[in-house]
T-cell receptor, first 114, second 115 residues
Framework: NAGVMQNPRHLVRRRGQEARLRCSPM?????VYWYRQLPEEGLKFMVY????????ESGMPKERFSAEFPKEGPSILRIQQVVRGDSAAYFC????????????FGPGTRLLVL | KQEVTQIPAALSVPEGENLVLNCSFT??????LQWFRQDPGKGLTSLLL?????REQTSGRLNASLDKSSGRSTLYIAASQPGDSATYLC??????????????FGQGTILTVHP
């Protein structure tokens, strides 16, 4: 049973470009969470999704960031018009039945904005 | 707003020592508390999850306890080994607010076990 998969593992973008980060949850998991780890800071919650629904996006910046988890395919975290301050490690996690269960994390995508 | 604090921020011990990592949280209304390990440049590995109704969980040389009333959790590592060197993170799933899926993380304890 493969773990949580994220791609790409590393992503370099220039200011103003778009970044798309993908997350495939573990098999049988229908709950997906995105977290961000800024340099020298702890992990911060961004958004919690179930299939086709955003449950909690209280940690998402108000502009330029969006997330989706379609019925088919991976969850996508999209950052439009990236700025240097978006450089961070973005982690995806998934859980099986509901959000009170163990969250399993992917290896992360390290975004560098030049 | 839930806040999670971990003490100490860093710890360096010789191999073989038993050690305790501390985690405290401000809001005792939690669903569970989870301990993770993070190696440099890597993702997080879940070590132990303690439900709010439980007092402790054990896995091999690891034992985690939870005291909701005092807002504290400890991770005990027995007979430490150099391979245990990593950053240890605690996170709780808070019962307050509109979503209980959100994990609130501490800043982590950087553990170094030297031979």
């Amino acid at each position: 049973n493969a773990g949580v998969m994220q791609n790409p593992r590393h992503l370099v973008r220039r200011r103003g470009q778009e970044a798309r980060l993908r997350c495939s949850p573990m098999k049988g998991h229908s709950h997906v969470y995105w977290y961000r780890q800024l340099p020298e800071e702890g992990l911060k919650f961004m958004v919690y999704l179930q299939k086709e629904n955003i449950i909690d996006e209280s940690g998402m910046p108000k502009e330029r960031f969006s997330a989706e988890f379609p019925k088919e395919g991976p969850s996508i975290l999209r950052i439009q018009q990236v700025v240097r301050g978006d450089s961070a490690a973005y982690f995806c996690a998934s859980s099986r039945r509901h959000s009170q269960e163990t969250q399993y994390f992917g290896p992360g995508t390290r975004l560098l904005v030049l | 707003k839930q806040e999670v604090t971990q003490i100490p921020a860093a710890l360096s011990v010789p191999e073989g020592e038993n050690l305790v990592l501390n985690c405290s949280f401000t809001d005792s209304a939690i669903y569970n508390l989870q301990w993770f390990r993070q190696d440099p440049g890597k993702g997080l590995t879940s070590l132990l999850l303690i439900q709010s109704s439980q007092r402790e969980q054990t896995s091999g040389r690891l034992n985690a306890s939870l005291d909701k009333s005092s807002g504290r959790s400890t991770l005990y590592i027995a007979a430490s080994q150099p391979g245990d060197s990593a950053t240890y993170l605690c996170a709780d799933s808070n019962a307050g607010g509109t979503s209980y899926g959100k994990l609130t993380f501490g800043q982590g304890t950087i553990l170094t076990v030297h031979p």
